[in-house]
């Protein structure tokens, strides 16, 4: 009997940081979790482009701080995401998908993204985002971000 060929040096790591994405972009449309659950503390997030949130931010928490919680603050209900497509590669795991909700002045917020995913015993130690930044501008310019009026859930359950 032929020895079947070996899988190739990381196929393991890729299928196993494909899935870990797969399973919290699942929650994060479920309502119970997101990819911020899996982001290391000391993970810097790129939004790459000319947006108002354009920038490197150096921890999760900066990140956090800075984007997710004042974008949780203009929405009227949570960030629901719908995946097109997860490709896996070494340590990179890229993430492409459309998400929507509403925003406290009752429009609808829509985008796409494409997350590039660095990651490393199982957790996201890297990422560089790319989004819609028309979309996302008018967003942040047109509600103002007030702690009091988050959507039900935690923060960790949106964009």
Partial sequence: MAASPAAPQGAG??????????????????????????????????????????????????????????FNARMQSRLVPKVRRLYAEGDTVIAF?????????????????????EMKNGRIVGANAFFDSIAFDDLWRRVPATSSAAPSGTERRNQ
């Fill in 97 to 117: 998908f459309d998400a929507s909700g509403t925003s406290r002045d009752g429009r609808p917020y829509v985008n796409t993204y494409a997350w590039f995913l």
């Fill in 13 to 70: 790591t890729e299928e196993a940081n494909r899935a870990a994405i797969a399973r919290s972009f699942e929650a994060w449309a479920a309502g119970t979790g997101s990819p911020y659950d899996l982001l290391a503390d000391d993970a810097s997030w790129t939004i790459t482009g000319n947006s108002a949130a354009g920038k490197t931010y150096p921890s999760r928490e900066a990140f956090m701080s800075e984007v997710i919680r004042p």
